[in-house]
């Protein structure tokens, strides 16, 4: 959901309950990389990182429905822990998670949540987040074999043919086209 702040005021002044549905953003906030997921290790060893996300939430006073897709039954047993214990952070673990947050945010070149809402109307079949997620690697990585290895697959960004129904359907509004572009030649800018 884009500015999810402002959503949950508005819900929150109109008296309703607030339900999140991808607190952890379909997985992708299950790690954060080495050095953020090792700054909340260190703040709380027995701790998973994605449970920090649903403690984070237990601290909204109008949230009163956490929804979490679990594919593994660690993550079962891990995500039923945190709610039997319900322990919201404390005031200093919120500005840790605050500052790991803003770190991490500002690495990715892309900041796209891997809904595949775009997917549906790309008529090249695209598998778009995929790609974006490839771009923000590579962002970091610069790592040309990675890129060369994800070229070979049949249905690769130079398949794209700019129509834009991918951007159009996007709640972040990304121009995936223009990223599309960027990863069709090396080096990818
Ligand atoms: S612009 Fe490219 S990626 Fe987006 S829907 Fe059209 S073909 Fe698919
Ligand atoms: S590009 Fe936009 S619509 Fe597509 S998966 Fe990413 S955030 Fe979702």
Redesign the pocket.
Known sequence: MQDAKRQYEIIAQHGLPVWVMESVRGGRLASLGERYDAMLKQAKPDWSIPSWAFRWLMGLPNVTMILSGMTTMEQIRDNVATFQKGEALTQEQQMLLTNVAAGYQSRLAVPCTACRY?CD????H?D?PRWINLYNELHLTHDKGAWERAMEEAINPT?????????SHCPQSID??GY?SKLSAWPVS
């Open positions: 775009c109307g790309c008529p090249e695209i778009i398949a794209c043919i700019g129509c834009g129904q991918c951007t995936v086209p599309l």
